[in-house]
């Protein structure tokens, strides 16, 4: 036990290298010493320490760090009007309350509790009458992952912010504390919240630096570290690639307030019924889900409006039947918005049916509802087995999608079906891809449309098309005049001549299609049976 009450006189603490491991307890009280000499490893109790301070004391102490103290479970700091920066990592403390263990710190600015493996909450200080959250804190860094020592937050002056807030937690139910200190007021927050065990995360958020040279820049790490190989790549290295096993890399910078849920991770679930999928639905610009077993990113009694979600990467989660799920028969839509996604991205979900569901809209159809996937550009789909159609189209118009990637998606229908309210325009009109230029399909065996109405794509520039014997229907292009190029198009001979064409649909807009050179050739309609 360590007890420092009234040392008014001390600038810093450090206890790295300085006080033994053993360390329980720590207290310093800026109000002075308690009145009676306490028992080993307990603090003083509260009726025996000072209630007021005589006379107003300046306590120096700008910086208090612990670190390295394994065995610390119980602190008390009161009154340090000029304690600028707490360090409790390492440290086996459960609860930080700011209600009764740290209180009176006004000018608190940066705390870090990195290899807290044992911390389960943190409870702030909510005045009610102002909405103010206390401490005011500027840089939150937390880390509850066991054995993992990750490096100090720095932070970049290029980004104003009130506060940063930079989390790793294994417990999602952590969240709920993290979140109560920024869903206040979002609109200059700036978070990165990880929730997963793995080792394999050591990212930083780059955040503004601070004069203590210990908090040092800490790189991303590579792109080609956070994106796993590709199935059966060494095989396919051997051997000649079309391609159309070509794909983009998946989005990986992240935005301003971004959450990533990984392997490893407890009470996910619940997690999402709480803080967890508030901060998703309501405050996240990027959000990478990976490696869990969810049945739904956000239960269907939730109701969300992603109004800024910019992008979203979505792989390997076996049990995900639906990504953005529609309404049940009681509830209100949890899938409205997306005014601002730019990047949709999803990989080897294996059971899900599809991306968006129908069922959104309820009562007459609203005007605000057509800015839905206004900044949508990219959408790659790979590796969805039982997915059968991805958007159900509530809109006119995907005014900038440019390219459309969907790969090894076996029982795909359609890539876009009507929604059950819609703009009745649509059947006349067809849906509208003005910005489009780019579409690849790769082994769709049952796909018959691309989108279930007419499709309209005045600006395509190349269509890759393989391994989808059903379609029946490419996007309407219109001619194009003397001198311009035609969209190109690549794809094998049978499908080609099973496609249909109408007056305003014409085969003469494209240019002569490439047949693959990898094509088979036509097998006998017999019986080999002897």
């Given at each position: 036990?360590?007890?420092?009450?009234?040392?008014?006189?001390?600038?810093?603490?450090?206890?790295?290298?300085?006080?033994?491991?053993?360390?329980?307890?720590?207290?310093?009280?800026?109000?002075?010493?308690?009145?009676?000499?306490?028992?080993?490893?307990?603090?003083?109790?509260?009726?025996?320490?000072?209630?007021?301070?005589?006379?107003?004391?300046?306590?120096?102490?700008?910086?208090?760090?612990?670190?390295?103290?394994?065995?610390?479970?119980?602190?008390?700091?009161?009154?340090?009007?000029?304690?600028?920066?707490?360090?409790?990592?390492?440290?086996?403390i459960k609860i930080l309350d700011f209600k009764t263990m740290v209180v009176q710190v006004p000018r608190l600015k940066r705390l870090y509790l990195i290899g807290c493996k044992q911390l389960r909450a943190i409870i702030f200080l909510h005045d009610i009458h102002s909405s103010k959250v206390e401490p005011d804190l500027e840089l939150m860094s937390i880390d509850t992952r066991a054995g993992?020592?990750?490096?100090?937050?720095?932070?970049?002056?290029?980004?104003?912010?009130?506060?940063?807030?930079?989390?790793?937690?294994?417990?999602?139910?952590?969240?709920?504390?993290?979140?109560?200190?920024?869903a206040m007021d979002m609109k200059d927050v700036s978070y990165n919240i990880h929730v997963t065990s793995s080792p394999a995360y050591d990212g930083v958020v780059q955040f503004e630096e601070t004069n203590n040279g210990k908090f040092d820049h800490c790189d991303q790490g590579s792109l080609e570290q956070l994106i796993p190989a590709v199935q059966?790549?060494?095989?396919?290295?051997?051997?000649?690639?079309?391609?159309?096993?070509?794909?983009?890399q998946p989005p990986a910078t992240r935005l301003d307030a971004h959450i990533e849920i990984a392997k490893g991770s407890y009470y996910v679930e619940s997690g999402l019924k709480g803080m967890?999928?508030?901060?998703?639905?309501?405050?996240?610009?990027?959000?990478?889900?990976?490696d869990v077993s969810i049945d739904a990113i956000i239960p269907r009694t939730q109701h969300y409006t992603w109004n800024n979600l910019r992008w979203c990467r979505v792989e390997r989660c076996p049990k995900l039947d639906t990504v953005f799920p529609s309404v049940s028969s009681a509830f209100p839509s949890n899938s409205s918005g997306f005014f601002k996604l730019e990047t949709f991205?999803?990989?080897?979900?294996?059971?899900?049916?599809?991306?968006?569901?129908?069922?959104?809209?309820?009562?007459?159809?609203?005007?605000?509802?057509?800015?839905?996937?206004?900044?949508?550009?990219?959408?790659?789909?790979?590796?969805?087995?039982?997915?059968?159609f991805v958007i159900p189209v509530w809109v006119c118009s995907f005014p900038k999608l440019e390219t459309l990637h969907i790969i090894h998606c076996g029982d795909l229908v359609h890539g876009f079906e009507l929604d059950e309210l819609y703009p009745k325009e649509i059947f006349s009109l067809g849906v509208l891809f003005p910005k489009l230029t780019t579409m690849y399909l790769h082994d769709l065996p049952k796909l018959q449309q691309i989108c279930e109405v007419k499709m309209v794509a005045p600006a395509l520039e190349t269509i890759r098309i393989r391994g989808c014997w059903g379609l029946r229907r490419l996007p309407s292009v219109a001619a194009r005049r003397q001198g311009e190029k035609k969209p190109t198009v690549e794809i094998e001979k049978d499908t080609w001549d099973a496609l249909e064409w109408d007056a305003n649909h014409r085969l003469d807009n494209f240019e002569a299609?490439?047949?693959?050179?990898?094509y088979k050739k036509k097998l006998p309609r017999v019986s080999f049976l002897r």
């Amino acid at each position: 036990m360590l007890i420092l009450d009234g040392c008014d006189g001390l600038e810093d603490i450090i206890a790295l290298g300085r006080l033994p491991p053993s360390l329980r307890s720590f207290s310093f009280d800026g109000y002075g010493p308690a009145s009676q000499r306490t028992p080993i490893v307990e603090l003083p109790l509260k009726h025996f320490r000072p209630s007021t301070v005589e006379d107003k004391k300046d306590i120096s102490t700008s910086k208090i760090s612990l670190e390295g103290c394994t065995e610390l479970d119980n602190m008390f700091l009161r009154g340090l009007n000029n304690l600028v920066e707490l360090d409790l990592s390492g440290t086996a403390i459960k609860i930080l309350d700011f209600k009764t263990m740290v209180v009176q710190v006004p000018r608190l600015k940066r705390l870090y509790l990195i290899g807290c493996k044992q911390l389960r909450a943190i409870i702030f200080l909510h005045d009610i009458h102002s909405s103010k959250v206390e401490p005011d804190l500027e840089l939150m860094s937390i880390d509850t992952r066991a054995g993992i020592v990750c490096p100090r937050a720095s932070i970049d002056k290029t980004k104003s912010f009130r506060l940063r807030v930079h989390a790793i937690v294994v417990d999602a139910r952590l969240i709920h504390s993290v979140g109560s200190l920024t869903a206040m007021d979002m609109k200059d927050v700036s978070y990165n919240i990880h929730v997963t065990s793995s080792p394999a995360y050591d990212g930083v958020v780059q955040f503004e630096e601070t004069n203590n040279g210990k908090f040092d820049h800490c790189d991303q790490g590579s792109l080609e570290q956070l994106i796993p190989a590709v199935q059966y790549s060494d095989v396919l290295s051997m051997v000649c690639n079309p391609p159309m096993q070509a794909f983009p890399q998946p989005p990986a910078t992240r935005l301003d307030a971004h959450i990533e849920i990984a392997k490893g991770s407890y009470y996910v679930e619940s997690g999402l019924k709480g803080m967890l999928g508030y901060l998703m639905g309501e405050t996240a610009e990027s959000l990478h889900l990976h490696d869990v077993s969810i049945d739904a990113i956000i239960p269907r009694t939730q109701h969300y409006t992603w109004n800024n979600l910019r992008w979203c990467r979505v792989e390997r989660c076996p049990k995900l039947d639906t990504v953005f799920p529609s309404v049940s028969s009681a509830f209100p839509s949890n899938s409205s918005g997306f005014f601002k996604l730019e990047t949709f991205w999803a990989s080897d979900l294996l059971m899900a049916c599809w991306i968006w569901s129908k069922g959104r809209l309820h009562g007459s159809f609203s005007l605000s509802d057509t800015n839905s996937f206004k900044n949508l550009q990219h959408l790659h789909l790979r590796s969805c087995p039982r997915l059968q159609f991805v958007i159900p189209v509530w809109v006119c118009s995907f005014p900038k999608l440019e390219t459309l990637h969907i790969i090894h998606c076996g029982d795909l229908v359609h890539g876009f079906e009507l929604d059950e309210l819609y703009p009745k325009e649509i059947f006349s009109l067809g849906v509208l891809f003005p910005k489009l230029t780019t579409m690849y399909l790769h082994d769709l065996p049952k796909l018959q449309q691309i989108c279930e109405v007419k499709m309209v794509a005045p600006a395509l520039e190349t269509i890759r098309i393989r391994g989808c014997w059903g379609l029946r229907r490419l996007p309407s292009v219109a001619a194009r005049r003397q001198g311009e190029k035609k969209p190109t198009v690549e794809i094998e001979k049978d499908t080609w001549d099973a496609l249909e064409w109408d007056a305003n649909h014409r085969l003469d807009n494209f240019e002569a299609p490439v047949h693959s050179r990898h094509y088979k050739k036509k097998l006998p309609r017999v019986s080999f049976l002897r």
